[in-house]
Nanobody
């Protein structure tokens, strides 16, 4: 079993910045893919950014150039630096990790609220 614990959400004014962190703990040999998703009220969950074990990144078009995803494998952690935040970035942000143990296993964090005021 793997636990993902997120932190760093909060309330910020438009144009501001936040940094989300997510740390994995539990039983696994390594982490393959890590990512951040978000879900706004009444909308489906969407991919924000992902990063592979080889540090290849992928971003949603709406955040490209404003958000940066990174990972620290020594700490089993993934980060999301969010700059130039907009009210439309308001959502619950979820950490996701695909870990390698007996097989590839997919885990989610509990979510952290990000609210951007105009």
């Amino acid at each position: 079993q793997v636990q993902l614990v997120e932190s760093g959400g909060g309330l910020v004014q438009a144009g501001g910045s936040l940094r989300l962190s997510c740390t994995a703990s539990g039983s696994f040999f390594s982490i393959s893919l890590m990512g951040w998703y978000r879900q706004a009220p009444g909308k489906p969950r969407e991919l924000v950014a992902s990063i592979t074990s080889g540090a290849n990144t992928n971003y949603a078009a709406s955040v490209k150039g404003r958000f940066t995803i990174s990972r620290d494998d020594a700490k089993s952690a993934v980060f999301l630096q969010m700059n130039s935040l907009k009210p439309e970035d308001t959502a619950v942000y979820y950490c996701n990790a695909v870990v390698i143990y007996r097989r590839f296993e997919d885990y989610w964090g509990q979510g952290t609220q990000v609210t951007v005021s105009s």
